[in-house]
């Protein structure tokens, strides 16, 4: 029997009411238990006891007093030895793949979001009752906790060693399509919530199981991977995206408009392009699979056991979030989903992505790891100009280290991922270990590109690194919102300013965030005429009215007044566009 017992069920899908029952067997005298207040792979801290009500506690039949101790631990007044239970409720109503959710069509949660931890019994077994009710009738169950006596829908009782192994194992639960393929020779299963009957179900499997065969060939030459069984759970809704890693699972969200349709019949499935919805979904079953290996199993010192009440920094996110964000997209090109060409298009997509961005000089990409709690995931409209992404700069930095290996001719990446794989034995790594695998592998320390790429905010290498291996490296007029050093809404004829760049023209006249832009004013076109004024609905209407006069002047609504912002036309800026140049010496890179 499991020392620590949860039952869940549905309390009121309509009131999105999870109901938790918490038996503890053996109980601590003053039992103390706590909800995390963070899910591990989301870097914030999230306060998940703000959705927990209602905690009641019974010893032998009789109410037991419970002592609040701060904002996510509770006391329970109780007698030692005596079996315990708690009952509470948990509010669900987060669509996203970090929290809890519950209506009438579907629940999914994370236990973090709903199991109390009991202080102390961490690492005892932990048995998961899923309970059925009228609220869940012709509802189906996904997991990757292991199940013990559970119904063909699969509601009833399953076991964990632990709680990291409970809070390691979200729940999908609902009326989804579901299937399942062998990839590795272990069982995969994908369920999708939220799908349309339009859906192509069979591109769908068929395309992940070429991502997990790629995958595992990847990290094990031999041994099978390092789970015995994997579930993909997607919720397709109409406007979200992101994914969140397991140890053999996976939550993502996508738009339901980026699922595969099924094609006509006698039509032929279209190529993947990069700026297809669906290629981007492959590209995120791509990145949280490869997370299978590369975090939840090699992963930082700083992670060998998660704090789960307060943040837990680390200043190696750029390898582990950009590196896979190095790989998801070509895996997808080595499973032969993409071309050469498309995946140099996702290649340049990041570049620019990067470079359009000022805070790159501000902020080391190691920084940036260590600050995600405070920085990354609470992003605000000058986070572009005090941040670089450890996902996007860490790919590229992947990138880099990775074309000069090759190019140096000793070693590759992928080599050193393996080296690092079985040097850390799929457990606790540190950068010096990064360092170590790098120069045995390559035959020279890395200590200069690490201290330059990683822990300075220089440029990288890129083109010079690119042209070598069979790329051509080439320059497009930037949209004119760059080249302006804007981002913008534009919506009902209204421009609204998201966001000034550091550096640009739009900072200089003294436009701000939040700024709606109504329209320009030119001087006169000669002395003692009258200045001309024109409404803007979009930026692209700038060009040819800038070409009517040489001086102009912005004019801005902020906090209901009119402002008139003298403009300097920006000098012209470009893109990165990548295109095969020398097929030859891109195979050995992408293949």
Known sequence: MAAVRYTVSVHSAHAHLFAVTLRIEQPARNQRVALPVWIPGSYLVREFSQHLQQLRARQNGQAIAIRQLDKQRWQILAEAGEPLELSYEVYAFDASVRTAFLDASRGFFNATSLCLRVLGQEDLPHALELATGEATRGWQVATGL??????????GHYLAEGYDELADCPVEMGRFWSAS????????????????????GERLIEDTRKICETQIAFWHRQPPPPFSRYVFMLYASADGYGGLEHRNSTALICQR?????????????????ATDGYTTLLGLISHEYFHTWNVKRLRPAEFARYDYDTENHTELLWFFEGFTSYYDDLMLRRA??????????????????????????????????????????????????????????????????????????????????????????????????????????????????????????DELPLPSL??????????????????????????????????????????????????????????????????????????????????????????????????????????????????????????????
């Not at 930026?539 to 102009?552: F, I, K, S, Y």
Request: proline letters at 5%; hydrophobic letters at 40%; glycine letters at 8%.
């Open 146 to 155: 292991t199940p013990q006596a559970v119904d063909e829908q699969g509601f």
């Open 181 to 200: 393929f062998t990839a590795g020779g272990v069982e995969h299963r994908f369920v999708v919530a939220g799908a349309g009957e339009w859906m192509d």
């Open 257 to 273: 408009a980026d699922l595969p349709r099924a094609p006509a019949p006698g039509e032929k499935p279209a190529a993947l392009k």
């Open 336 to 457: 032969g989903l993409i071309d050469d060409a498309t995946y140099l298009q996702l290649v340049a997509k990041t570049i620019n992505q990067v470079q359009q961005t000022p805070g790159r000089l501000v902020q080391t990409v190691a920084e940036a790891s260590f600050d995600a709690w405070v920085k990354y995931y609470r992003m605000n409209e000058n986070t572009p100009n005090a941040t670089v992404s450890y996902y996007t700069k860490g790919s590229l930095v992947a990138l880099c280290l990775d074309l000069t290996l090759r190019a140096e001719g000793h070693s590759s990446l992928d080599a050193v991922m393996r080296e690092l794989w079985q040097r850390c034995e799929g457990g606790p790594m540190r950068e010096a270990d990064v360092l170590r695998a790098l120069k045995r592998l390559g035959r020279r320390s890395y200590e200069g590109e690490m201290a330059a790429w990683v822990h300075s905010t």
């Open 466 to 591: 690119l042209q070598d291996h069979g790329v051509k490296v080439a320059h497009d007029k930037a949209p004119l919102a760059q080249q302006l050093g804007l981002r913008v809404s534009e919506t009902g004829g209204n421009v609204v300013l998201k966001t000034v760049l550091r550096g640009g023209a739009a900072e200089a006249a003294g436009m701000a965030a939040n700024d709606e832009w109504l329209g320009v004013e030119f001087a006169p076109a000669q002395r003692g005429g009258e200045a001309e004024a024109w409404r803007l609905h979009k930026l692209d209407e700038l060009p040819p009215l800038r070409a009517r006069r040489t001086r102009m002047t912005a004019l801005v609504s902020r906090d209901k007044r009119l402002l008139r912002l003298p403009l300097d036309w920006p000098t012209e800026s470009f893109t990165v566009r990548l295109a095969v140049d020398d097929a030859a010496k891109l195979g050995g890179w992408l293949n």
